[in-house]
Protein backbone atom coordinates (compact mmCIF):
# COMPACT_ATOMS: atom_id res chain seq x y z
CA UNK A 1 0.00 0.00 0.00
CA UNK A 2 1.12 3.39 -0.94
CA UNK A 3 -0.78 6.55 -0.30
CA UNK A 4 -1.03 9.82 -2.08
CA UNK A 5 2.11 12.36 -2.33
CA UNK A 6 2.02 15.21 -0.25
CA UNK A 7 5.08 17.58 -0.57
CA UNK A 8 7.04 19.53 1.50
CA UNK A 9 6.20 24.12 1.89
CA UNK A 10 8.01 27.00 2.04
CA UNK A 11 6.78 29.84 4.14
CA UNK A 12 8.17 32.42 1.30
CA UNK A 13 6.86 35.45 3.99
CA UNK A 14 5.50 35.58 6.95
CA UNK A 15 7.40 33.87 10.18
CA UNK A 16 6.15 35.26 13.14
CA UNK A 17 4.41 37.57 11.73
CA UNK A 18 1.44 36.05 10.83
CA UNK A 19 1.13 35.05 14.57
CA UNK A 20 0.32 38.84 14.65
CA UNK A 21 -1.66 39.14 11.58
CA UNK A 22 1.36 40.52 8.51
CA UNK A 23 0.81 38.73 5.30
CA UNK A 24 2.70 35.87 4.33
CA UNK A 25 2.87 33.64 1.55
CA UNK A 26 3.52 29.95 1.23
CA UNK A 27 4.29 27.50 -1.53
CA UNK A 28 4.72 23.81 -2.44
CA UNK A 29 8.35 22.70 -2.84
CA UNK A 30 8.15 19.38 -4.12
CA UNK A 31 11.49 18.14 -4.17
CA UNK A 32 10.90 17.14 -0.67
CA UNK A 33 7.50 14.44 -0.07
CA UNK A 34 6.38 11.88 1.87
CA UNK A 35 3.23 8.84 1.23
CA UNK A 36 2.03 6.63 3.90
CA UNK A 37 3.27 2.94 3.38
CA UNK A 38 2.74 -0.90 4.95
CA UNK A 39 5.62 -2.99 5.55
CA UNK A 40 6.26 -6.28 6.95
CA UNK A 41 8.48 -6.49 9.06
CA UNK A 42 8.97 -2.82 9.84
CA UNK A 43 12.34 -1.19 9.63
CA UNK A 44 13.48 0.57 12.61
CA UNK A 45 13.21 3.94 11.05
CA UNK A 46 9.36 2.69 9.85
CA UNK A 47 8.94 1.06 13.47
CA UNK A 48 9.40 4.59 14.83
CA UNK A 49 6.93 6.72 12.96
CA UNK A 50 4.09 3.66 12.98
CA UNK A 51 4.66 4.05 16.69
CA UNK A 52 4.33 7.87 16.88
CA UNK A 53 1.74 7.51 14.42
CA UNK A 54 -0.56 5.52 17.15
CA UNK A 55 0.32 8.17 19.62
CA UNK A 56 -1.22 10.47 17.05
CA UNK A 57 -4.40 8.22 16.12
CA UNK A 58 -4.85 8.63 20.26
CA UNK A 59 -4.79 12.35 20.23
CA UNK A 60 -7.21 12.52 17.06
CA UNK A 61 -10.07 10.21 18.82
CA UNK A 62 -9.70 12.88 21.74
CA UNK A 63 -9.40 15.56 19.47
CA UNK A 64 -12.99 14.62 17.97
CA UNK A 65 -14.46 13.68 20.94
CA UNK A 66 -13.60 16.85 22.57
CA UNK A 67 -14.60 18.74 19.33
CA UNK A 68 -16.95 16.57 17.56
CA UNK A 69 -18.30 19.48 15.01
CA UNK A 70 -14.84 19.84 13.56
CA UNK A 71 -14.22 17.07 12.02
CA UNK A 72 -14.45 13.26 12.51
CA UNK A 73 -11.92 10.15 11.44
CA UNK A 74 -12.27 6.61 10.70
CA UNK A 75 -10.29 6.11 13.88
CA UNK A 76 -10.69 2.16 13.95
CA UNK A 77 -10.03 2.23 10.21
CA UNK A 78 -6.33 4.35 11.27
CA UNK A 79 -5.78 1.72 14.45
CA UNK A 80 -6.16 -1.43 12.24
CA UNK A 81 -4.12 0.06 9.63
CA UNK A 82 -1.25 1.20 12.36
CA UNK A 83 -1.63 -1.88 13.45
CA UNK A 84 -1.01 -3.80 10.09
CA UNK A 85 2.37 -1.80 10.20
CA UNK A 86 1.45 1.55 8.20
CA UNK A 87 3.90 4.27 8.34
CA UNK A 88 4.78 7.99 7.11
CA UNK A 89 7.70 7.39 4.47
CA UNK A 90 8.98 10.46 3.63
CA UNK A 91 11.72 12.47 2.41
CA UNK A 92 10.99 15.37 4.09
CA UNK A 93 13.90 16.45 6.60
CA UNK A 94 12.24 17.11 10.40
CA UNK A 95 13.53 20.26 12.35
CA UNK A 96 14.35 22.15 9.02
CA UNK A 97 11.61 24.17 8.92
CA UNK A 98 9.91 22.73 5.61
CA UNK A 99 6.89 21.51 7.11
CA UNK A 100 7.34 17.38 8.17
CA UNK A 101 4.59 16.92 10.28
CA UNK A 102 2.53 19.33 7.67
CA UNK A 103 2.58 16.63 4.90
CA UNK A 104 2.18 14.42 7.54
CA UNK A 105 -1.08 15.65 8.58
CA UNK A 106 -2.28 16.23 5.43
CA UNK A 107 -1.91 12.60 4.42
CA UNK A 108 -3.58 11.53 7.60
CA UNK A 109 -6.62 14.06 7.04
CA UNK A 110 -7.23 13.01 3.21
CA UNK A 111 -6.81 9.26 4.15
CA UNK A 112 -9.11 8.75 7.12
CA UNK A 113 -11.16 12.42 7.89
CA UNK A 114 -15.09 11.66 7.13
CA UNK A 115 -16.51 13.81 4.60
CA UNK A 116 -13.20 15.57 3.70
CA UNK A 117 -12.88 19.03 1.79
CA UNK A 118 -10.66 17.71 -1.67
CA UNK A 119 -8.80 20.19 -3.30
CA UNK A 120 -11.51 19.63 -6.27
CA UNK A 121 -14.67 21.36 -5.18
CA UNK A 122 -14.80 25.36 -5.16
CA UNK A 123 -12.58 26.26 -2.02
CA UNK A 124 -14.39 28.67 -0.84
CA UNK A 125 -12.33 30.88 2.16
CA UNK A 126 -15.01 29.48 4.87
CA UNK A 127 -13.74 25.99 3.60
CA UNK A 128 -10.32 27.12 3.44
CA UNK A 129 -10.61 28.71 7.18
CA UNK A 130 -12.12 25.70 7.79
CA UNK A 131 -9.64 23.61 7.10
CA UNK A 132 -6.77 25.51 8.22
CA UNK A 133 -8.42 24.98 11.66
CA UNK A 134 -8.56 21.27 11.56
CA UNK A 135 -5.13 21.17 10.35
CA UNK A 136 -4.22 23.60 13.20
CA UNK A 137 -5.45 21.08 15.93
CA UNK A 138 -4.15 18.15 14.56
CA UNK A 139 -0.54 19.64 14.08
CA UNK A 140 -0.66 20.83 17.65
CA UNK A 141 0.24 17.38 18.55
CA UNK A 142 3.38 17.93 17.23
CA UNK A 143 4.21 21.62 17.87
CA UNK A 144 1.79 22.59 21.19
CA UNK A 145 0.54 25.60 18.47
CA UNK A 146 0.11 25.28 15.17
CA UNK A 147 -1.40 28.04 12.21
CA UNK A 148 -2.75 24.81 10.40
CA UNK A 149 -0.65 26.21 7.71
CA UNK A 150 1.72 23.50 6.42
CA UNK A 151 -0.65 21.03 6.29
CA UNK A 152 -2.99 23.45 4.23
CA UNK A 153 -0.10 23.78 2.03
CA UNK A 154 0.61 19.85 1.69
CA UNK A 155 -2.91 18.96 1.10
CA UNK A 156 -3.81 21.32 -1.42
CA UNK A 157 -0.37 21.71 -3.06
CA UNK A 158 -1.19 25.36 -4.33
CA UNK A 159 0.67 28.56 -3.11
CA UNK A 160 -1.05 29.92 -0.53
CA UNK A 161 -1.33 33.73 0.50
CA UNK A 162 -2.18 34.80 4.12
CA UNK A 163 -3.92 38.45 4.35
CA UNK A 164 -4.64 38.13 7.60
CA UNK A 165 -5.05 35.11 10.07
CA UNK A 166 -8.98 34.61 9.03
CA UNK A 167 -8.21 35.49 5.37
CA UNK A 168 -6.57 33.03 3.42
CA UNK A 169 -6.62 32.01 -0.03
CA UNK A 170 -5.39 29.75 -3.15
CA UNK A 171 -3.42 32.15 -4.87
CA UNK A 172 -0.51 31.78 -8.48
CA UNK A 173 2.60 33.16 -8.00
CA UNK A 174 4.62 34.51 -11.24
CA UNK A 175 6.12 31.69 -13.74
CA UNK A 176 9.30 31.43 -12.55
CA UNK A 177 12.07 32.09 -15.02
CA UNK A 178 14.35 29.03 -16.07
CA UNK A 179 17.40 31.02 -16.88
CA UNK A 180 17.21 33.80 -14.40
CA UNK A 181 19.97 35.01 -12.78
CA UNK A 182 17.82 35.99 -10.10
CA UNK A 183 16.77 33.13 -7.42
CA UNK A 184 15.13 32.12 -4.07
CA UNK A 185 17.34 29.42 -2.13
CA UNK A 186 18.04 27.08 0.78
CA UNK A 187 20.94 27.43 2.53
CA UNK A 188 21.63 24.43 4.51
CA UNK A 189 22.68 25.08 8.42
CA UNK A 190 23.48 21.59 8.88
CA UNK A 191 21.77 21.48 11.92
CA UNK A 192 17.69 20.67 13.04
CA UNK A 193 15.62 23.25 14.67
CA UNK A 194 12.72 22.95 17.28
CA UNK A 195 9.80 25.21 16.79
CA UNK A 196 8.55 24.76 20.25
CA UNK A 197 11.46 26.61 22.33
CA UNK A 198 11.60 29.47 19.30
CA UNK A 199 8.42 30.14 19.31
CA UNK A 200 8.33 30.61 23.54
CA UNK A 201 11.53 33.07 22.72
CA UNK A 202 9.55 35.16 20.38
CA UNK A 203 6.40 34.68 22.67
CA UNK A 204 8.66 36.04 25.63
CA UNK A 205 9.99 39.40 23.46
CA UNK A 206 6.43 39.82 23.27
CA UNK A 207 6.07 41.20 26.53
CA UNK A 208 8.00 43.81 25.85
CA UNK A 209 6.85 46.92 24.12
CA UNK A 210 10.18 47.96 22.21
CA UNK A 211 9.81 44.75 20.27
CA UNK A 212 6.12 45.30 19.44
CA UNK A 213 6.56 48.42 17.91
CA UNK A 214 9.46 47.37 15.95
CA UNK A 215 7.83 43.51 15.24
CA UNK A 216 4.28 45.98 13.63
CA UNK A 217 6.32 48.68 12.37
CA UNK A 218 9.33 47.40 10.52
CA UNK A 219 9.21 43.05 11.02
CA UNK A 220 5.48 43.65 8.98
CA UNK A 221 5.76 46.72 7.33
CA UNK A 222 8.78 45.13 4.94
CA UNK A 223 7.47 41.28 5.15
CA UNK A 224 4.21 43.03 3.66
CA UNK A 225 5.91 45.10 1.25
CA UNK A 226 7.89 41.19 -0.07
CA UNK A 227 4.42 39.81 -0.35
CA UNK A 228 3.14 42.21 -2.68
CA UNK A 229 6.00 42.76 -4.70
CA UNK A 230 6.76 39.25 -5.18
CA UNK A 231 3.47 38.35 -6.33
CA UNK A 232 3.35 41.78 -8.50
CA UNK A 233 6.91 40.82 -9.99
CA UNK A 234 8.26 44.00 -8.49
CA UNK A 235 12.25 42.86 -8.36
CA UNK A 236 13.54 46.13 -8.07
CA UNK A 237 11.25 46.91 -5.06
CA UNK A 238 11.33 43.25 -3.62
CA UNK A 239 15.07 43.48 -3.07
CA UNK A 240 14.95 46.92 -1.17
CA UNK A 241 12.09 45.58 1.30
CA UNK A 242 14.53 42.53 1.33
CA UNK A 243 17.49 44.12 2.72
CA UNK A 244 15.60 45.64 5.24
CA UNK A 245 13.79 42.47 6.41
CA UNK A 246 17.11 40.82 7.18
CA UNK A 247 18.54 43.53 8.32
CA UNK A 248 15.67 43.57 11.13
CA UNK A 249 15.73 39.85 11.32
CA UNK A 250 19.55 40.33 12.40
CA UNK A 251 18.87 43.01 14.89
CA UNK A 252 16.17 41.64 16.82
CA UNK A 253 15.55 38.22 15.84
CA UNK A 254 19.39 36.91 16.77
CA UNK A 255 18.55 34.07 19.13
CA UNK A 256 16.62 32.37 15.89
CA UNK A 257 19.46 32.42 13.64
CA UNK A 258 22.09 30.15 14.69
CA UNK A 259 25.32 31.60 15.59
CA UNK A 260 27.20 30.40 12.86
CA UNK A 261 25.23 31.92 10.55
CA UNK A 262 25.45 35.68 11.89
CA UNK A 263 28.44 36.57 10.13
CA UNK A 264 27.54 35.25 6.59
CA UNK A 265 24.37 36.81 7.22
CA UNK A 266 25.68 40.63 7.63
CA UNK A 267 27.91 39.65 4.75
CA UNK A 268 24.92 39.62 2.47
CA UNK A 269 23.31 42.72 3.19
CA UNK A 270 26.62 44.26 2.98
CA UNK A 271 27.56 42.89 -0.21
CA UNK A 272 24.02 42.76 -1.47
CA UNK A 273 25.46 39.70 -3.36
CA UNK A 274 22.19 37.75 -1.16
CA UNK A 275 19.64 38.45 1.42
CA UNK A 276 19.39 35.90 4.14
CA UNK A 277 15.65 35.00 6.20
CA UNK A 278 14.23 32.78 8.48
CA UNK A 279 12.66 29.68 6.70
CA UNK A 280 9.92 28.82 9.62
CA UNK A 281 10.79 28.93 12.67
CA UNK A 282 14.75 29.10 12.92
CA UNK A 283 16.94 27.85 15.10
CA UNK A 284 18.83 25.42 12.77
CA UNK A 285 17.30 23.54 9.73
CA UNK A 286 17.46 25.59 6.70
CA UNK A 287 17.44 29.70 6.09
CA UNK A 288 16.12 30.93 3.43
CA UNK A 289 18.00 33.47 0.74
CA UNK A 290 16.99 35.66 -1.95
CA UNK A 291 19.62 36.56 -4.58
CA UNK A 292 19.76 39.08 -7.99
CA UNK A 293 22.77 37.02 -9.33
CA UNK A 294 22.91 33.27 -7.95
CA UNK A 295 26.50 32.77 -9.28
CA UNK A 296 27.66 35.87 -7.30
CA UNK A 297 25.87 34.10 -4.45
CA UNK A 298 27.32 30.92 -4.81
CA UNK A 299 30.67 31.96 -4.68
CA UNK A 300 30.13 34.29 -1.67
CA UNK A 301 28.94 31.32 -0.13
CA UNK A 302 31.51 28.86 -1.29
CA UNK A 303 31.78 25.63 1.43
CA UNK A 304 27.60 25.86 2.04
CA UNK A 305 25.05 23.67 0.12
CA UNK A 306 22.54 25.78 -1.87
CA UNK A 307 19.30 24.51 -3.35
CA UNK A 308 17.37 26.64 -5.57
CA UNK A 309 13.47 26.58 -5.39
CA UNK A 310 12.96 29.43 -7.16
CA UNK A 311 14.64 31.26 -10.38
CA UNK A 312 13.73 34.99 -11.34
Given at each position: ??????????L?FG???I???S??????????????????????????S????K??AN?L????Q????????E?EA????L????Y?D??I????G?????????A?Y?K?????IT???N???E?????K?I?????S???G????LD?LN?Y????IL????D???S????????N?????F??D?G???????MV??F???M????F???????F?????A?V??F?A?N?????G????L??????H???M?PQQ?H?L??????T?????K????G??G?????TE?IDKAR??L??????V???F
Amino acid sequence: MKGPLFYSKILLFGEYGIIKDSKGLSIPYNFFKGALKTEHPLSEAAKKSNDSLKKFANYLAEMQQEDPSLVQFEIEALKQDLDGGMYFDSSIPQGYGIGSSGALVAAIYDKYAQDKITVLENLTREKLLHLKAIFGKMESFFHGKSSGLDPLNSYLSLPILINSQDNIESTSIPSQNINGKGAVFLLDSGMTGETAPMVQIFMEKMKHEGFRTVLKEEFIRHTDACVEDFLAGNIKSLFGNLKQLSHVVLDHFKPMIPQQFHELWKKGIETNDYYLKLCGSGGGGYILGFTEDIDKARKTLEGHRLEVVYNF
